[in-house]
Structures are given as C-alpha cells and as structure tokens.
C-alpha cells in the first residue's frame, strides 16, 4: 500500500472518530408533515404533523382531531401551549 493510500485511510478514520464523539452530546429536532389519503378524490385526506427531539416524538397535530396531542410530559405542556 503506498503512502498517500494509508494517508488518506488514517484521515477518513480519524474523521469519523471525532465526528462520532463530537454527536454524541448534540441535539436533533425534526418535523415531519404529511397527508395520508387513500381514496382517488382526497375525501379521506388526514393531515399530520410531528415533532421529534433526538428521534423522539414528543408532539403530533392531527386534523381528524384539530388539536395537538403531547407523547411526553413536555410534549404535553407544548400541545397545551399550541392549542
């Protein structure tokens, strides 16, 4: 194996490893919003929109039920704040 190959394998490796150790104390919030339908004219259209903290749904609106619905203690202090 030349030089500049073990060079550049040392580098990913080295990258991944702190990559790896600097995640581990950060903090994702993701929101996804979707439409489930399953007729051909949209009558049965639900809209849903979650909330996730690190992977984690913590608040949901549905409009079947025109509200937000917490899935944790903080996520039902956000619901009652929201609604």
Not at 39 to 65: A, E
Request: hydrophobic content about 40%; charged content about 15%.
């Amino acid at each position: 194996m030349s030089l500049l190959k073990l060079f550049s394998v040392h580098l990913i490796f080295t990258l991944s490893v702190f990559t790896l150790a600097e995640s581990a104390n950060e903090y994702y919030t993701t929101r996804w919003p979707r439409c489930i339908y399953s007729s051909p004219d949209l009558s049965d259209m639900v809209f849903i929109d979650s909330y996730y903290f690190n992977k984690y749904l913590f608040t949901q609106f549905n409009s079947t039920l025109g509200k937000f619905v917490g899935f944790s203690e903080y996520g039902m202090r956000v619901a009652e704040f929201w609604n």
